[in-house]
């Protein structure tokens, strides 16, 4: 997807990255803060590992009743935010206030996925990893975490 393809993209915020004080600022945004899905799963097993991170979640999707693995999630964050009810341009704004350094998609093109978010670009770097394994080819990620099943060194464009 790029610009056209995703459509009207809420104003691009581009803000400059903040100075690293003390504390990394990183953010995650995903629907996938539930029940056994892998994203959920794995971050609620990294996050108390994050030392000298402020950590942010931003969750497109409402909790489900009884879900451990959301509690955990929300508990292991410095700051979780419900933006699912959230106009595009809206989210933006809010993503881009928290100041953040990173921002980590876990969607990719999954159902539910914040393309138009992510192309106004709300943190000044953006990391695809997770939700979705494989490049989105998107202009706007700066970065996706993969490995070499996912991405065989001899189909890498780098």
Do not use: C
Not at 75 to 98: K, L, N, S
Request: charged content about 20%; proline content about 8%; aromatic content about 8%.
């Amino acid at each position: 997807f790029n610009r056209h393809e995703v459509g009207n993209v809420p104003k691009a915020v581009r803000p400059a990255s903040p100075p690293l004080k003390k504390k990394l600022r990183l953010g995650y945004l995903s629907a996938d803060y539930r029940g056994i899905h892998p994203v959920g799963r794995d971050l609620a097993a990294i996050l108390p590992r994050h030392q000298n991170i402020l950590s942010y979640g931003y969750a497109i999707n409402p909790p489900r009743v009884n879900d451990t693995t959301r509690k955990i999630t929300e508990q292991g964050m410095g700051t979780f935010r419900r933006v699912d009810d959230m106009a595009d341009g809206t989210m933006v704004e809010t993503i881009a206030q928290d100041k953040l350094h990173i921002l980590v998609d876990l969607m990719g093109y999954t159902h539910g996925s914040k393309a138009k978010v992510l192309a106004a670009k709300p943190a000044p770097l953006i990391i695809a990893w997770k939700g979705f394994m494989g490049t989105t080819a998107a202009p706007y990620i700066d970065y996706v975490t993969t490995d070499k099943m996912t991405t065989p060194p001899e189909l890498t464009v780098f």
